[in-house]
């Protein structure tokens, strides 16, 4: 009876085997700079209580860059989970490459305001201190997202500096703003407080005022190309988790409360 025993103990090890590694997927993300930092700390923790692998491509939420995440998808790179500002995926939802039902809002993301380490950081306490800080300063930037989107078509603007920021002030593709400050090819930055946090060289003064401020929202959805969208559901749910939090608030981020609408 030892014989029959022993290979069917062999068979059963074999097929428990084959259950596990088949429950492990391989999850492809798309997500833009917003939560960058954060899911980069938070990834290898889903990573070890899933045993999916995370295999993750970077980009910019909108635009036409070589790496923006609607061009992404376009090429037909692989994709389970987007992570990117909300209104864009809302476009993606009504074009139908992201499951309507899937969209989970994460968190909420204030612009933030650099300059170079060590520089003399401007007023910015009010709309006004803004606006004399953008004249005074000789070189802006801001990013090719939502933030730089904002920061130039309605804040320049309301400010009433539009034609003053012409010629001095201009949009970053695809680098992070940050890098461009530090490297002292512009005197300010701005773009979401969670983008500008990851990069060395720069201080943050602080966030724009209440008046000035644009909140950004970041939310996940299922690619409708997806190959592994319950392994992808699994990590949307883990980024919104209470295991989330933390890493989150340190890399400048405002979590939503799950079911909230926005």
């Known amino acids: 009876m030892r014989a029959p025993f022993r290979t069917l103990t062999l068979a059963v090890i074999g097929a428990l085997a084959l259950t596990s590694a088949a429950s492990a997927a391989e999850v492809h993300v798309m997500i833009s700079g917003g939560l960058t930092a954060a899911y980069k700390a938070l990834v290898p923790e889903f990573e070890r209580k899933t045993g999916h692998k995370v295999v ?19 090429r037909g790179e692989p994709a389970d989970v987007l992570i990117m500002v909300g209104y864009a995926l809302g476009d993606l939802i009504k074009q139908g490459k992201v499951v309507a039902d899937s ?18 950081k401007p007023d910015i306490g009010s709309a006004d201190t803004v606006k004399q800080a953008l004249l005074a300063a000789k070189s802006v930037a801001y990013s090719d997202s939502a933030s730089g989107v904002y920061v130039s078509t309605e804040m320049f603007g309301k400010l009433g500096i539009a034609d003053q920021m012409k010629d001095k002030a201009r949009m970053i593709p695809a680098t992070p703003v940050g890098e461009i400050v530090a490297k002292g090819e512009a005197e300010i930055g701005l773009q979401q407080i969670s983008e500008l946090k990851p990069v060395a060289g720069i201080d943050i003064v602080g966030p724009l005022p209440e008046p000035l401020q644009k909140i950004t929202v970041f939310s996940a959805g299922i690619a409708t190309v997806s190959k592994e969208p319950e392994a992808g559901k699994a990590l949307i749910s883990f980024l919104a988790s209470p295991d989330a939090h933390d890493a989150l608030v340190k890399s400048g981020l405002d979590p939503i409360a799950a079911g909230a609408t926005h």
């Open 103 to 120: 969209r989970v809002d994460l968190v909420k993301s204030p612009i933030g305001i650099a300059v170079k380490s060590g520089a003399p």
């Open 56 to 74: 993750t491509a970077f980009g910019p939420s909108m635009g036409t860059t070589t790496n923006a995440i609607p061009v992404r998808l376009a």
